[in-house]
């Protein structure tokens, strides 16, 4: 064959593969989102789940997935920023540096049942709280402070070094520097990462299942108590998520129209999720339109 | 101006320091305790309970509730194993054909159209992807080529969908950093595009290109409700690609909630944690390995 011709057909097989992705892609989100069709009913929405009949809802769960995820991005955003300016400002080559690179990447690695699991023996049996909403968010935290360490810190490597040298020109010290002049001009891009792993959190589930449990308690707004278990803000409650929901729907399947439950709160996941994505790309854009200077 | 006095200096410089100092010894103490805590749980089967570690890895049979427990845990491993396989068999190569369209047959198409794609399928969460292998892929492979649905062929698919964003955006990463004088000289040598392509950008990135099927690998190894979901779950060998079996992720997620804390089941289960943990660990290191390789050449 002559090697004009193989490259035509070369290219042509990339060009078809990577149409096949995408198309791959459009369909897979088209069918979840006309199976979920009509999942941002309110009554669907709002409502609380049945048990044996069918027409439940998915308020309660749908409030713990936010709420998990406020309660876990609260706990887990100083320590990533934290760590990722250590990283970036303070940390000097040689062994220490070499440990904590290893054991970012050792925890990114790690299998989220195994963080499950490691939450379920620290955060569940050790400390006697039981399934509930905080060892889940802990959990979870555990699983994020990676990415978000990373994130960090090379948001905070790429602020401009001429502004920081002036800072320590005019007599600030390193962490008043980082603070003041650092990280304000890093944030917009740790934002991001953070919205990205917002994402991650709110369809995690496998680090889920045997620390915030899978049993969802109906919900009464009218205790705002933290500790108090009847509480919907309590953080010693159990606290099934949506995704956890979807799994228990499909293991379990306690009611008649598990399948439908299921499609639709796969398509609420999945519109969150498109959601997610599309606030950290319009930011992002934002971001490069004000260091290039376009506005 | 006069000297700081001690309180300034902690007020301007010590307490933050001090605590992006505890941010990064953190990581560190959790990465030892998560290592510390399974093992401690993971090494009971062995030293409480006296079970051979060679009985465990290289026996296939699991009768963990009985009297006199068995813990062969071989179906586990060869079931993740197989499945992890399988995937990166299919999206390696689809993978690097992405990571190559992106960067030089077509930037804009790869920037406008397949790197957004690619976010995407990172972003949907693996219980979805475990219901739609669940409810359209299952019946699918049921009436198409008999069976069950329940398949290793059906976990293998959705992981290689699962794994396809990870091993792509590292593979295109490397093929990216290929030096432009490489290309430069293989177009002046008359080479075409593919021939530039297959002879000198894939061999030129394939560190990072390995780096990236490992993390895959990584990641299918360690998925655990999309698998548990299509698998089966079955506690056999799986005869051919039809056949159900289970996984090391699928057994943990299904019976850890079903045994009581201190039996030899449960120290079982714990023991199969640790063994997912020190595998994904060989992960890191062979991933290390490649990158020195990359930095010696």
Known sequence: ?295 | MGKRTAWQKLKSEYIGRGFAIFCGLLIVILTLSIIGFVAFKGLNTFIKHGYSLREFLFTSQWNPDSDKPKLGALIFIAGSTLVSIGAVIISAPISIALAIFMNYISPRIGEKVLQPTLELFVGIPSVVYGWIGFSVLLPFIKKGFGGIGFSLIAGILVLSIMILPTIASIASDSVKTVPQSYLEASYGLGATRWQTISKVIVPAAKNGILTGIVLGLARAFGEALAVQMVIGNSIKFAENLLSPTATLTSILTMDMGNTVSGTAWNDALWSLAFLLLVISFVFILAIRLIGKRGEIK
Not at chain 1, 247 to 255: A, F, H, P, R
Not at chain 1, 265 to 272: D, F, G, H, Q, R
Request: hydrophobic content about 50%.
């Open chain 1, 1 to 295: 064959m002559n090697s004009k011709l193989k490259d035509k057909i070369w290219t042509g097989i990339l060009y078809g593969v990577s149409g096949l992705v995408v198309i791959l892609l459009v369909a897979l989100i088209g069918y979840i989102l006309i199976k979920g069709g009509d999942c941002l009913r309110p009554s669907f929405l709002f409502g609380n789940p049945k048990a044996g009949e069918a027409g439940g809802g998915i308020g309660p769960q749908l409030f713990n997935s936010f709420y998990m995820l406020v309660v876990s991005l609260l706990i887990s955003v100083p320590f990533g920023i934290g760590a990722g300016i250590y990283l970036a400002e303070y940390a000097r080559e040689g062994t220490i540096l070499n440990i904590i690179r290893l054991s970012i990447e050792t925890m990114a690695s790690l299998p989220s049942i195994v963080v499950g699991l490691f939450g379920l023996l620290v955060f569940v049996n050790m400390t006697h709280w039981g399934f509930t909403l905080l060892s889940g968010a802990l959990a979870i935290s555990v699983l994020n402070l990676p990415a978000l360490t990373r994130v960090s810190e090379n948001a905070i490597r790429s602020a401009a070094k001429p502004v920081k040298e002036a800072s320590l020109g005019l007599g600030a010290t390193q962490w008043q520097t980082i603070r003041k002049v650092i990280l304000p001009s890093a944030i917009p891009q740790i934002l991001t990462g953070i919205i990205l792993a917002a994402g991650r959190i709110f369809g995690e589930a496998a680090a889920l299942l045997y620390t915030a449990g899978m049993s969802a308690p109906i919900l009464h707004f009218d205790n705002i108590s933290l500790i108090d278990k009847s509480s919907p803000f309590s953080l010693m409650r159990p606290a099934e998520t949506l995704s956890v929901y979807i799994w228990k729907l499909n293991s379990e399947g306690m009611v008649p129209d598990a399948s439908l439950i299921a499609n639709r709160a796969s398509a609420v996941l999945v519109i969150m999720v498109l959601l997610f994505n599309l606030s950290a790309r319009i930011l992002g854009r934002k971001i490069h339109e004000s260091y290039t200077g376009k506005k």
